[in-house]
């Protein structure tokens, strides 16, 4: 009858002066290991706005919105959605662009609609001087073209984006005939399809 009380008096005393297993967090902040994953963070200078991320991201965290009219691309990450599994930064194109912080784990607040929940960075976007459909991120354009080194000049769209590194190129109005002079300037695939057609035949 009186073992099973002098057990928990031996695991009272126990507890009493050793080291809790517990941390102390939120009054003192919690360092985790560094092969932690924990939320995602962009790096402006790195990320190209491809949207490789968002095509990979399992748990649909990472959106994204063009706004034509702005000419703006927005990437965004919703914390509430993310469960930390590392495949954005895994398929990042340059590998930098975006990665996880082993020391950003915990966004608790009351409110759900707070700033801190998301994680967001704009891209300016290039669309085509034909139709006006987004072609991609000028950075992007950009990273392709230090990509391809001197081959970068075969193409009408990379060396105008090239030639806007030196001077400012005019821009067009949108048009609906496709002319031979389109040509050199920065259309979609879809147009640019249709300028080599009229051009040849």
């Known amino acids: 009858m009186f073992l099973p009380k002098l057990r928990e008096i031996k695991e009272a005393l126990y507890s009493f002066f050793t080291r809790p297993y517990t941390t102390k967090f939120p ?31 399992p748990a649909h965290a990472i959106t994204i919105e063009d706004e034509v009219d702005t000419q703006t691309r927005t990437l965004t990450v919703d914390y509430f959605y993310c469960f930390n599994c590392g495949q954005c930064e895994e398929k990042c194109t340059t590998e930098k662009g975006i990665q996880l912080q082993y020391d950003r784990y915990s966004y608790s607040s009351p409110e759900k609609d707070e700033e801190i929940h998301f994680e967001q960075l704009e891209k300016d976007l290039v669309l085509c001087e ?64 249709k300028v080599v057609v009229e051009d040849e035949f």
């Open 27 to 57: 009054a003192v902040k919690y360092t985790p290991d560094e092969s932690y994953r924990g939320f995602p963070k962009y790096f402006e200078e790195e990320c190209i706005g491809c949207g490789a991320c968002a095509e990979v991201c």
């Open 130 to 193: 034909n139709c006006g459909a987004v072609i991609a991120c000028r950075d992007h354009l950009n990273f392709v073209r230090e990509q391809l080194g001197p081959k970068a000049y075969a193409h009408p769209n990379l060396l105008l984006e090239n030639q806007r590194r030196f001077t400012e190129t005019p821009k067009s109005e949108f048009k609906d005939r496709i002319r031979r002079e389109d040509y050199i300037k920065e259309v979609c695939p879809k147009c640019r399809h």
